[in-house]
């Protein structure tokens, strides 16, 4: 069955810390596309990256960057030299071909950035 | 850019009362998600439609549910007979076709059932 497993609920740092939140799936699907979403305090859901399974390049954009390793089945966001601008509740996501479109969300990872 | 739309923003009502939330997708996007996302959880999925046909639904969306999009544009969300469990942010989130598409989500509707 498929699961998305964020094991870290909370995370505080200090403004200008980097910050890696870890996120490992479970998928019987050779298939499929991992996403990460922010969630500010505002509520609104805002997509940051999407990845597809065949595709093990890791990412940057900015201060953010992405780990993707299939063979651990992790795909893990650092953010580097945080801001309190990145305080949020950060979501990583699975959804499958073969699954119809659901996402399947994590419990998510709120993170606190301190000045 | 117009991006997802939802309202109300927040819905206070007894419980046992009917219920009905509003999403207008962007524009372009012919697929359209509910989820329920409760307190320290991630959201889970309740149901999408492509264009006008709803395609799927998940085991959490109850008899007392439903959800409709007549023309393929904005859809509704009914809850009718509304329980304390029910309280919740429902999201609505759309995309163009496929799996592989990132879903864009609107700012949820916010129900609280007295």
């Known amino acids: 069955a498929q699961k998305v497993t964020q094991a870290q609920t909370e995370i505080s740092v200090v403004e200008k810390e980097d910050v890696t939140l870890d996120c490992v799936y479970e998928?019987?699907?050779?298939?499929?596309?991992l996403f990460w979403y922010k969630q500010p305090p505002s509520g609104e859901l805002v997509f940051l990256i999407r990845r597809n399974s065949f595709d093990e390049q890791n990412e940057i954009s900015g201060r953010y960057s992405w780990n993707f390793q299939k063979s651990t089945s992790s795909f893990n966001f650092t953010i580097t030299a945080s801001q309190v601008v990145d305080s949020a509740v950060y979501f990583c996501a699975l959804s499958e071909a073969g699954a119809g479109t659901a996402l399947i969300f994590g419990k998510g990872t709120t993170l606190s950035v301190s000045s | 850019d117009t991006g997802v739309s939802q309202n109300p923003r927040h819905k206070i009502t007894k419980r046992g009362q009917n219920v009905t939330f509003r999403c207008d997708p962007i524009?372009?996007?012919?697929?359209l998600y509910w989820y329920r996302q409760t307190l320290g959880q991630g959201p889970e999925f309740l149901t999408y439609f492509q264009n006008e046909a709803q395609l799927e639904k998940s085991r959490l969306l109850s008899d007392r549910f439903s959800a409709e999009r007549p023309k393929g544009s904005f859809s509704t969300l009914e809850i009718q007979r509304t329980e304390q469990g029910d309280s919740a942010m429902y999201l609505c989130a759309s995309s163009l076709a496929g799996y592989n598409q990132p879903q864009h989500f609107g700012d949820g509707t916010r129900l609280s059932i007295l």
């Open positions: 998928t019987r699907d050779t298939t499929y596309y």
């Open positions: 524009s372009e996007h012919n697929r």
